[in-house]
């Protein structure tokens, strides 16, 4: 199938300059003051505006996009690090004030009213927000913020630790905690616990001061919080604050005791008189890590053939990708943690980024990623570019529904049939054990955000919520300064405020994804991907109803759900 691949090519322009080199903010101010200074006389003209400023959008959005990309690959690299940082510095700021003169000059038109209405109510309602919300005393701001915001992937890529004369990045070593030899496994926990812990009162320091930066920000904009002001800058128009704490409370009551239940099996079957946090990822039949691929290479082609297996489409997305060089996969040294799926909106090819170390949680983030990258796929040749930027809740769902749906196919990753019925049993755990950890996340943040606190009083906080969201089994006596600080691992709560309770609503619709699938087969895919197609050009409620699910994260269905899974989950035991 790969050879019949057809690279893409990038549109040809027809605003900006084919040769643009973006060294300075000279070379963009012209076409900024072009949109802003002209003449708009028709509603063709105003539509053609609106074209224009997408496509130069699109090509700074990809120009910034490969900055970072190739920053968080090698974050010794000084001179990537200046790239992104002047990109940062000297465009961003100057962005800001034009992209608001552009949208009063949208929104003012008198030529507005002869748009298809239908076709941009989601692009107008999020451009009026955004006139609503816009500072100019803000600008510097958010240059500090994301300078800011910066440092915590740079802490984080300096950790390592030594095992038997070996230096390992974090993720690395997290594998040994699937050793079957406990005395090992403390070891190497409280190692890993130990180099965190080096860092806490940085780490400390810096949220401290990002918190501090953003209810500036939110104070500017005329906002009581951080919290609120995110909800309007994030374009959250079809839930509320009280919808969130609805899903908190929902979480607690629905999920969390199977959890434990889980938990407490996991427990009993180890025989220990304690269950410690390195119980939690050792299989308790005794059984050594699953290891669904080695290296990167391997990882990218078994994943391309389980997308082709499941529909050919999703197949040739992933070997586009690797055909173009868009996947970097590997955990490497000097490699800023996590991974992520970056769109890259003029090519419409984006780019899979990774930290994989062999593991089948590796494998589960290959899929993820994939999920995303299909959606940007399906979603390049809209007209906007801001109908590619889809909600998180709706991107999330991409990601999350092909965890679920490509299990059928991890057949190619496992050619042992019990390792594969182990892989499949922990997905469709971790499906519902992803829950709490981002109720926890999300309203630790609410907390965060709507309460003056000290760094000691945020310690306080999460063990509160802990107590009431986290893993109610683990023994924490003699690890209670690790346990306080588990929310540091969180990049989110550093690089991308509130943007977590999305994964949980997501879970949901993934569940809800996946069990139509196995009732419709084909036709579930087929909605699936309708879904995906519409980018945002329809309200999150909208997309999910052409996905044939709800979006709704009420106590019922979220038990309704919990029970699917159990169901499953019976199936397969």
């Given at each position: 199938?790969?050879?019949?691949?057809?690279?893409?090519?990038?549109?040809?322009?027809?605003?900006?300059?084919?040769?643009?080199?973006?060294?300075?903010?000279?070379?963009?101010?012209?076409?900024?003051?072009?949109?802003?200074?002209?003449?708009?006389?028709?509603?063709?003209?105003?539509?053609?505006?609106?074209?224009?400023?997408?496509?130069?959008?699109?090509?700074?959005?990809?120009?910034?996009?490969?900055?970072?990309?190739?920053?968080?690959?090698?974050?010794?690299?000084?001179?990537?690090?200046?790239?992104?940082?002047?990109?940062?510095?000297?465009?961003?700021?100057?962005?800001?004030?034009?992209?608001?003169?552009?949208?009063?000059?949208?929104?003012?038109?008198?030529?507005?009213?002869?748009?298809?209405?239908?076709?941009?109510?989601?692009?107008?309602?999020?451009?009026?927000?955004?006139?609503?919300?816009?500072?100019?005393?803000?600008?510097?701001?958010?240059?500090?913020?994301?300078?800011?915001?910066?440092?915590?992937?740079?802490?984080?890529?300096?950790?390592?630790?030594?095992?038997?004369?070996?230096?390992?990045?974090?993720?690395?070593?997290?594998?040994?905690?699937?050793?079957?030899?406990?005395?090992?496994?403390?070891?190497?926990?409280?190692?890993?616990?130990?180099?965190?812990?080096?860092?806490?009162?940085?780490?400390?320091?810096?949220?401290?001061?990002?918190?501090?930066?953003?209810?500036?920000?939110?104070?500017?904009?005329?906002?009581?919080?951080?919290?609120?002001?995110?909800?309007?800058?994030?374009?959250?128009?079809?839930?509320?604050p009280k919808d969130c704490f609805n899903f908190h409370d929902a979480i607690a009551k629905e999920i969390v005791p199977i959890i434990n239940s889980f938990e407490q099996k996991r427990k009993n079957k180890l025989g220990n008189e304690s269950y410690?946090?390195?119980?939690?990822?050792?299989?308790?039949?005794?059984?050594?890590?699953?290891?669904?691929?080695?290296?990167?290479?391997?990882?990218?082609?078994?994943?391309?053939?389980?997308?082709?297996?499941?529909?050919?489409?999703?197949?040739?997305?992933?070997?586009?990708?690797?055909?173009?060089?868009?996947?970097?996969?590997?955990?490497?040294?000097?490699?800023?943690?996590?991974?992520?799926?970056?769109?890259?909106?003029?090519?419409?090819?984006?780019?899979?980024?990774?930290?994989?170390?062999?593991?089948?949680?590796?494998?589960?983030?290959?899929?993820?990623?994939?999920?995303?990258?299909?959606?940007?796929?399906?979603?390049?040749?809209?007209?906007?570019?801001?109908?590619?930027?889809?909600?998180?809740?709706?991107?999330?769902?991409?990601?999350?529904?092909?965890?679920?749906?490509?299990?059928?196919?991890?057949?190619?990753?496992?050619?042992?049939?019990?390792?594969?019925?182990?892989?499949?049993?922990?997905?469709?755990?971790?499906?519902?054990?992803?829950?709490?950890?981002?109720?926890?996340?999300?309203?630790?943040?609410?907390?965060?955000?709507?309460?003056?606190?000290?760094?000691?009083?945020?310690?306080?906080?999460?063990?509160?919520?802990?107590?009431?969201?986290?893993?109610?089994?683990?023994?924490?006596?003699?690890?209670?300064?690790?346990?306080?600080?588990?929310?540091?691992?969180?990049?989110?709560?550093?690089?991308?405020?509130?943007?977590?309770?999305?994964?949980?609503?997501?879970?949901?619709?993934?569940?809800?994804?996946?069990?139509?699938?196995?009732?419709?087969?084909?036709?579930?895919?087929?909605?699936?991907?309708?879904?995906?197609?519409?980018?945002?050009?329809?309200?999150?409620?909208?997309?999910?109803?052409?996905?044939?699910?709800?979006?709704?994260?009420?106590?019922?269905?979220?038990?309704?759900?919990?029970?699917?899974?159990?169901?499953?989950?019976?199936?397969?035991?």
């Amino acid at each position: 199938m790969e050879n019949k691949i057809v690279i893409p090519t990038r549109p040809i322009r027809k605003f900006v300059p084919e040769d643009l080199v973006i060294n300075s903010w000279n070379k963009i101010k012209s076409l900024f003051d072009n949109l802003v200074d002209r003449e708009i006389s028709s509603s063709l003209e105003l539509e053609q505006l609106m074209l224009d400023q997408s496509e130069l959008s699109a090509v700074l959005e990809e120009d910034m996009a490969w900055r970072y990309i190739k920053m968080n690959i090698d974050t010794t690299d000084k001179e990537l690090g200046e790239q992104f940082s002047f990109w940062i510095k000297e465009i961003s700021p100057n962005t800001a004030p034009y992209c608001h003169k552009l949208n009063l000059k949208l929104v003012n038109s008198p030529y507005l009213k002869d748009l298809d209405q239908e076709k941009y109510r989601i692009y107008l309602r999020s451009v009026k927000k955004q006139i609503e919300i816009f500072r100019e005393d803000n600008i510097p701001l958010f240059t500090t913020m994301e300078e800011k915001q910066q440092e915590y992937g740079a802490i984080s890529a300096k950790m390592s630790i030594e095992v038997d004369g070996e230096k390992m990045t974090m993720q690395k070593a997290a594998l040994l905690l699937k050793s079957t030899d406990r005395a090992k496994r403390e070891a190497i926990y409280n190692k890993i616990s130990s180099r965190r812990l080096q860092d806490e009162k940085v780490l400390d320091d810096l949220f401290d001061e990002l918190i501090s930066l953003r209810q500036q920000i939110a104070k500017n904009a005329g906002f009581d919080n951080y919290r609120d002001y995110m909800f309007a800058a994030m374009g959250r128009f079809d839930y509320t604050p009280k919808d969130c704490f609805n899903f908190h409370d929902a979480i607690a009551k629905e999920i969390v005791p199977i959890i434990n239940s889980f938990e407490q099996k996991r427990k009993n079957k180890l025989g220990n008189e304690s269950y410690k946090p390195w119980d939690t990822a050792v299989d308790v039949d005794g059984l050594p890590p699953l290891k669904p691929f080695d290296g990167g290479t391997e990882l990218t082609d078994l994943s391309i053939e389980c997308f082709n297996r499941l529909r050919p489409y999703f197949g040739e997305c992933l070997s586009t990708m690797k055909a173009m060089k868009h996947l970097d996969l590997e955990s490497k040294k000097g490699k800023s943690p996590g991974g992520f799926m970056y769109p890259l909106y003029e090519i419409g090819v984006p780019f899979i980024y990774m930290n994989a170390v062999g593991s089948q949680r590796d494998l589960v983030t290959m899929v993820h990623e994939g999920g995303h990258a299909v959606h940007s796929f399906l979603s390049r040749d809209l007209s906007l570019t801001e109908f590619k930027s889809t909600p998180s809740e709706v991107a999330e769902l991409a990601s999350m529904a092909m965890e679920l749906l490509s299990m059928d196919h991890w057949d190619v990753f496992y050619d042992d049939a019990a390792d594969l019925k182990r892989a499949r049993l922990e997905q469709l755990e971790k499906a519902l054990e992803t829950l709490p950890w981002v109720a926890s996340i999300d309203k630790f943040q609410h907390w965060i955000y709507t309460n003056k606190h000290t760094a000691q009083q945020r310690k306080e906080k999460w063990l509160e919520i802990s107590a009431e969201l986290g893993n109610q089994i683990i023994d924490w006596e003699g690890n209670e300064n690790v346990h306080a600080n588990l929310w540091q691992k969180q990049l989110h709560l550093y690089e991308v405020p509130f943007y977590y309770i999305e994964y949980g609503m997501a879970q949901l619709g993934a569940i809800a994804m996946w069990r139509s699938y196995k009732q419709l087969g084909e036709q579930g895919l087929d909605n699936y991907m309708n879904a995906l197609k519409l980018g945002y050009t329809k309200t999150i409620g909208e997309i999910y109803e052409t996905a044939g699910i709800k979006f709704d994260f009420s106590a019922s269905y979220v038990k309704e759900l919990a029970d699917f899974i159990k169901d499953e989950l019976k199936k397969l035991s």
